[in-house]
């Protein structure tokens, strides 16, 4: 499903478009359960210094330089948004892991890479934007190695939400959440075997706190300052923000249905 952004906004144009240009600029992407949910994930991809991995939707390239230093493996990110890509490379250089880590521009549903190219192929919040998400696993069975893992951590409905927080996500993120049976059926469909799904509540202080601690005091203020600088001067953002809070309920009460979830599965 496209959403395109109302009159109000820019033509043309997703709502994840404007959202993701917003984390562009603010140098900032997230995933629900942060460092520690990556580091899972690692582990149940199998994922040590003899691996090849493809970060899907790599956003700044954290990630893919945390995976790297930590397991000393190879990897490829890949990201829909030529900003987000920029900043990965940079990121990269910045932590001297040039000859580990390398980020290309390419889309989820139609990756630019040969078949049975990794040993993992992994993505953190990402094919919740995808539009057509049974298109994209596809891609990533293509290029993954036999034997090899695709394992995702995604936004999921721990309980079934009302039908106007569907609407809520979709209008401000253009995301579709799905529930665990709704992702695992996108797992199961196109074969892949030793299927795990994982989910968890997502603890609203917790997160915000691993988000602080993950970004240095420098990265986690400048991503504030680029949010307010871009209240400031787009109109665009002041709209999509103004959007973003008339929310109809109080966050915590958001928590009740909203949670993630690890989804793996062996090509
Ligand atoms: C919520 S951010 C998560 C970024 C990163 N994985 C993280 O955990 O911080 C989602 C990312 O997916 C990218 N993305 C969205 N649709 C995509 C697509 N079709 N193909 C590749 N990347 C996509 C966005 O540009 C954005 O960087």
Redesign the pocket.
């Known amino acids: 499903m496209v959403i395109k952004m109302k009159n109000e906004y820019e033509s043309e144009k997703k709502i994840?478009d404007s959202y993701?240009e917003f984390?562009a600029v603010m140098g900032m992407?997230?995933?629900m359960g942060g460092v520690k949910a990556t580091e899972e994930l690692a582990e149940s991809c199998h994922i040590d210094k003899d691996r090849y991995v493809l970060?899907?939707?790599?956003?700044?390239g954290?990630?893919a330089c945390h995976l790297a230093k930590k397991y000393g493996c190879r990897v490829t990110g890949?990201?829909?948004?030529e900003k987000?890509v920029e900043q990965a490379r940079k990121r990269a250089e910045k932590a001297g892991l040039e000859d580990k880590v390398e980020f290309r521009i390419?889309?989820?549903?139609d990756l630019p890479f040969e078949e049975s190219s990794f040993d993992a192929v992994i993505?953190?919040?990402?094919l919740a934007?995808?539009?057509d998400k049974p298109r994209?696993l596809k891609e990533f069975i293509r290029v993954t190695k036999t034997e090899g893992y695709i394992g995702f951590n995604e936004c999921t409905w721990i309980r079934k939400p009302p039908a106007r927080l569907i609407q809520y996500i979709s209008d401000v993120l253009g995301a579709v959440f799905l529930t665990p049976n709704g992702w695992q059926e996108i797992w199961e469909k196109p074969g892949l075997k030793d299927i795990i799904v994982r989910t968890y509540k997502v603890r609203i202080l917790e997160q915000w706190g691993n988000e602080i601690r993950e970004l240095d005091f420098k990265e986690y203020s400048g991503a504030w300052y680029g949010f307010f600088s871009l209240l400031f001067k787009s109109p665009e953002c002041r709209k999509w923000a103004r959007k973003t809070l008339s929310m109809p309920w109080n966050i915590f009460a958001l928590l009740k249905y909203f949670g993630y979830g690890i989804y793996i599965g062996r090509k």
């Open positions: 994840s993701f984390q992407t997230k995933h970060d899907i939707g790599c956003g700044l954290k990630t890949v990201d829909i948004s987000m390419g889309d989820a549903q993505g953190e919040s990402v934007f995808v539009e994209a």
